[in-house]
Nanobody
Framework: QVQLVESGGGLVRPGGSRKLSCTGS????????IRWFRQTPGQERTFVAS????????FYAESMKGRADISRRNVESTVWLEMNNLKPEDTAVYYC??????????????????WGQGTQVTVSS
């Protein structure tokens, strides 16, 4: 199994940028596809972006296309999610998630996956 810890959240002004990190420990980080989700109060978690095991393939939610960049460096067991041109509706708790399904196009989670604790991003002036 893998343990995930997110960091990098905080308060951002509209139009600003934020780079989140997800660092893994435990099992071989490179075995996992990493996906980011976000959640607002009273809502389900929704998919944001994903990256393949070797970082060659990425996939983004429509709402984040052109505004986000996901990357990884397995020797550091870390995935980054950089978000630009942030809007108030991007305010959410952002979660890092890992599972063994190789297809980056999966936008859901499965019971055998692993979650981080989340990091709050607030977009407000």
């Amino acid at each position: 199994q893998v343990q995930l810890v997110e960091s990098g959240g905080g308060l951002v002004r509209p139009g600003g940028s934020r780079k989140l990190s997800c660092t893994g420990s435990g099992s071989d980080f490179g075995e996992y596809v990493i996906r980011w989700f976000r959640q607002t109060p009273g809502q389900e978690r929704t998919f944001v972006a994903s990256i393949s095991r070797n970082g060659a393939r990425t996939f983004y939610a429509e709402s984040m296309k052109g505004r986000a960049d996901i990357s990884r460096r397995n020797v550091e067991s870390t995935v980054w999610l950089e978000m630009n041109n942030l809007k108030p509706e991007d305010t959410a708790v952002y979660y890092c998630y890992a599972d063994l399904r190789p297809d980056v196009a999966h936008v859901d989670s499965i019971p055998s996956g692993y979650w981080g604790q989340g990091t709050q991003v607030t977009v407000s002036s």
